[in-house]
């Protein structure tokens, strides 16, 4: 089956057995779930159930859908997504964001971690994200276009909602938590960047340096989906740098997860 015909097959499968299409798609990132605590769930479905999604691989969680409310706002939550360097092609990580598209949403809010480059950034600060740099090997445009869903050159003059990021900006300033407005650099990864990896993204214009979110953006915004992104850093990579474990990140990413949540449910819950 054609890949435009997939994403209609899995959003008809989740259509029949959603009572309410959802106005607000969330994708969380490792150790970022705690928003779901926060939804009432009216709906789960496990990525393995809906035909053509993929399915996320064992390192972290069973993915699925959670499909709900936020205080009045019907949303959908992706609890799990799919990164490039677990061995996805970009089509297959962008493929839930296309199905929450042709469901409905009409703003899509991203959470990750991310390692600050910027050295007035400390951990467990929030970035919002403001622009990026795609640095990824493969882009999930490629390949025929899908005119029914959007434009071959898509424009990328505002990639991140400037509205949104307002707004985001004004909630935040009651909180503990520093929050950042700034550039977000996406690489392939799995590993972390060397010392001089981390320079070069410094002096390219990067604030904070992640493995995903850039595919899922292009994809929104080709698609004319607004969207906003915010980056919980989860280390610092400038001046004596540290070595970190992915125990490290939880860590620092469990500290701001507080803060985040609330950043991205007020921003839907008063989006009018
Ligand atoms: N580099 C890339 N991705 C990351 C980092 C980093 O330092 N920290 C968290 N995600």
């Known amino acids: 089956m054609e890949y435009l015909e997939q994403i209609k097959f899995s959003a008809d499968f989740i259509q029949s057995k959603i009572m309410e299409s959802p106005k607000y798609g969330i994708i969380l990132g490792t150790g970022l779930g705690g928003l779901v605590d926060e939804v009432d769930v009216e709906l789960e479905i496990d990525y393995e159930e809906i035909p053509h999604f993929p399915v996320s691989t064992v390192e972290f969680h069973k993915g699925k859908l959670i499909f709900g409310k936020l205080g009045d706002k019907s949303v959908v939550v992706m609890k799990g997504r799919f990164h490039f360097y677990e061995g996805y092609t970009m089509k297959e990580v962008t493929f839930p964001v296309r199905v929450m598209k042709l469901l409905g949403i009409e703003k899509l809010f991203i959470s ?5 480059l910027n050295s007035d950034y400390g951990k467990s600060d929030l970035m919002i994200l403001d622009d990026h740099i795609n640095l990824q090997t493969e882009n999930p445009l490629v390949g025929k276009n899908l005119d029914e869903l959007g434009d ?22 009651s909180f503990d938590t520093k929050v950042h407005r700034g550039v977000y650099v996406g690489v392939n990864g799995p590993n972390l960047e060397t010392r001089a990896e981390y320079k070069f993204l410094r002096i390219i214009g990067a604030d904070a340096v992640g493995m995903s979110t850039v595919p899922e953006n292009i994809v929104a915004r080709q698609m004319g989906v607004p969207v906003f992104a915010v980056s919980v850093l989860t280390d610092v990579c400038y001046g004596e740098i540290e070595k970190v474990s992915i125990e490290d990140i939880l860590k620092a990413a469990a500290k701001a997860e507080p803060d985040m949540t609330k950043l991205i449910k007020e921003l839907i819950i008063q989006d009018l």
């Open 112 to 116: 990750n971690a991310a390692g600050a």
């Open 152 to 173: 071959r050159f898509p424009d990328m003059s505002q990639p991140y909602d400037f509205s949104l990021i307002d707004r985001g900006l004004k909630i935040s300033k």
